[in-house]
């Protein structure tokens, strides 16, 4: 299983990025592919997830009405759109992948995971 995340980079607070997630070594359908973030010297959150099937998980309200998840069964791609970009956005994202439901992947255990890409936002 290889999960490799891109996309990453500096950008100024209010502005928009969109970090895609490309999958190989899996049924794609089958998996649960979700995107979390850590920031140095704090413990690891999720995000967004999305299933299979397309049903989407939000694991924080508050980004809510900012970051958007999607795919491409296709091309076995899971894409993170964020906009409206703050400095407490800033961190490693990286995406996993599960062999179950985005609810039960929150605990982030036995989960394939991305190298990550890092996502800077200035003010």
């Known amino acids: 299983v290889q999960l490799v995340e891109s996309g990453g980079g500096l950008v100024q607070a209010g502005g928009s990025l969109r970090l895609s997630c490309a999958a190989s070594?899996?049924?794609?359908?089958?998996?649960?592919i979700g995107w979390f973030r850590q920031v140095p010297g704090k413990g690891r959150e999720g995000v967004l997830c999305?299933?299979?099937?397309?049903?989407?998980?939000y694991y924080s309200d508050s980004m809510k009405d900012r970051f958007a998840i999607s795919n491409d069964n296709a091309q076995m791609m899971v894409y993170l759109q964020m906009s409206g970009l703050k400095p407490d956005d800033t961190a490693v994202y990286y995406c996993?992948?599960?062999?179950?439901?985005?609810?039960?992947?929150?605990?982030?255990?036995?989960?394939?995971w991305g190298q990550g890409t890092q996502v800077t936002v200035s003010s």
């Open positions: 996993a992948a599960g062999l179950r439901s985005c609810e039960s992947m929150s605990t982030m255990s036995s989960l394939y």
């Open positions: 070594g899996i049924v794609f359908e089958d998996y649960s």
């Open positions: 999305i299933s299979g099937t397309g049903v989407k998980t």
